[in-house]
């Protein structure tokens, strides 16, 4: 399995943008990079999944360099609300076996 | 409402009795999985299933066994829980793309557990 390397936390402020980085050096061909956001007591919720390049939705955008030993989660204008643990997920592709490592806990301060 | 369920929410029972956690999506989501969330560790993947009767090992398979008799449940055993299983479970379900792989996994609420 890749495993994933985050920031273990992050502080930002109500109204900015925030990125979150995840090395994953051993992604292998087949593998997705996957992001979730968890609250406390609930279980991961989706964010955005992609494979290279760049993907946007309507909460995220998700950007993959070419090599794609990384990736970066985009939070435009985060809130409160937007207070979680981040989790970026490898995997997929022919296993379906998924690492979700620690995590990036985000504190947004008013 | 598309759902997964979990059941018992909560959960404290005693060393060697074994127990069964419940999991079901109302998805027709063919692929399913477990994983137990420790602090400081994330969560970690303990079995998943592809499809009926099609499971296969996570990354800390030891100590549980799964079933997939029918699509919409899959129950987590645990034959003789031991403390080092006191932790948070979440069951997750997923639907496969055409080429089989997992996309947005759908998480329960989760299973809190203490063995001891």
């Known amino acids: 399995l890749a495993k994933t390397t985050q920031p273990i936390s992050m502080d930002s402020y109500e109204g900015q943008e925030v990125n979150i980085t995840c090395s994953h050096n051993n992604i292998a061909t087949n593998d997705y990079i996957t992001w979730y956001q968890q609250f406390p007591s609930q279980g991961p919720r989706f964010i955005i999944q992609?494979?290279?390049t760049k993907v946007t939705n309507e909460v995220a955008s998700l950007f993959i360099p070419a090599d794609r030993k990384s990736s970066t989660l985009s939070l435009p204008r985060v809130s409160l609300s937007d207070t979680a643990v981040y989790y970026c997920?490898?995997?997929?592709?022919?296993?379906?076996?998924?690492?979700f490592g620690s995590g990036t806990k985000l504190n947004v301060k008013p | 409402e598309a759902q997964v369920t979990q059941n018992p929410r909560y959960l404290i029972t005693v060393t060697g009795k074994k127990l069964t956690v419940t999991c079901s999506q109302n998805m027709n989501h063919e692929y399913m999985s477990w994983y137990r969330q420790d602090p400081g560790l994330g969560l970690r993947q303990i079995y998943y299933s592809m499809n009926v009767e099609v499971t296969d090992k996570g990354d800390v398979p030891e100590g549980y066994k799964v079933s997939r008799k029918e699509k919409r449940n899959f129950p987590l055993i645990l034959e003789s829980p031991s403390p080092n299983q006191t932790s948070l479970y979440f069951c997750a379900s997923s639907p496969l793309s055409a080429g089989g792989w997992s996309y947005e996994q759908y998480f329960g609420p989760g299973t809190r557990l203490t063995v001891t």
């Open positions: 992609g494979y290279k």
């Open positions: 997920l490898v995997g997929a592709g022919n296993f379906n076996k998924f690492y």
